[in-house]
């Protein structure tokens, strides 16, 4: 298979979101270490990163994946994916975010990939997060929050929130509860304003039932490479 061209390269002025996506996608290919195999994201940024990614992909062996819909088009594009047990380390994931504040703590799971996101962060020494400007927020809780949860858990912690002073929500594909990548449920929950994100992520990570919170703050982003009309912005959290 060919290497196909890159994208062009927008230039910074008053670019789209779509735009400042690919801005971001290109900027992270300078985190991918040579030689090593990549953690890989999910979403609409992480799929500017992958379509960049071709052009090094005769300098590393592959990549780890965060979700079947990243595996496919890794693979669609000859970059080969190992499962996430058959690496011990990584040297750096590449991921977007929901929201992402001052300190590199994130929301995720907007693209109900936050189990196997966090599993992937937490086997990697640097979290490199790729985002347009509009993620960046002073405290999270604007954006709704993901939580994968086990289906009869579901009615309780959606009452466990509501006593928090939060909104739960089950996320659909249509008229039917969506499914995740792990065969769980996805609760958004609005209304909640998260200003001690490690707390936060530790109490509701022990309730009976929850998989995974889309707070990422034990796995918060070490840089984050944000896209702004100016160009891109590298903010450093280590
Ligand atoms: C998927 C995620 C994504 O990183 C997050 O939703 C951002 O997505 P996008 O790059 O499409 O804005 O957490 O579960």
Redesign the pocket.
């Known amino acids: 298979m060919s290497t196909p061209p890159l994208p062009a390269v927008p230039s910074p002025g008053a670019l789209t979101q779509d735009e400042l996506?690919t801005l971001v996608g290109r900027a992270a290919l300078d985190y991918v270490v040579r030689g090593q195999w990549v953690g890989v994201?999910?979403?609409?940024?992480?799929n500017k990163f992958i379509d960049a990614l071709v052009s090094v992909r005769h300098e590393i062996p592959g990549a780890v994946s965060s979700?079947v819909a990243s595996t496919e088009r890794l693979r669609a594009l000859g970059i080969a994916v190992r499962d996430a047990n058959e690496v011990e380390r990584l040297a750096v994931y590449i991921?977007?975010?929901?929201e992402i504040d001052g300190k590199g703590y994130m929301v995720?799971?907007?693209?109900?990939?936050?189990t196997r996101?966090k599993i992937v962060a937490a086997q990697s020494d640097r979290f490199v997060c790729?985002?347009?400007a509009s993620?960046q927020v002073s405290v999270l809780g604007k954006f709704p929050l993901?939580v994968e949860v086990i289906p009869m858990a579901s009615a309780r912690i959606m009452r466990q929130f509501a006593a928090l002073g939060g909104r739960a929500a089950m996320r659909m594909a249509g008229d039917k509860p969506l499914v995740t990548d792990n065969g769980q449920l996805l609760l958004d929950v609005q209304g909640l304003s998260i200003s001690d994100p490690l707390a936060f992520e530790a109490e509701i990570s022990q309730w009976p039932g929850v998989v995974t919170v889309?707070v990422f703050a034990f796995q918060r982003a070490h840089i984050c490479l944000l896209g702004t009309d100016a160009g891109v912005q590298t903010l450093r959290f280590d």
Not at 95 to 98: N, R
């Open positions: 996506k994201g999910t979403g609409s940024t992480v979700s991921d977007g975010a929901d995720k799971g907007g693209g109900a990939a936050l996101e790729i985002a347009d993620k993901p889309g």
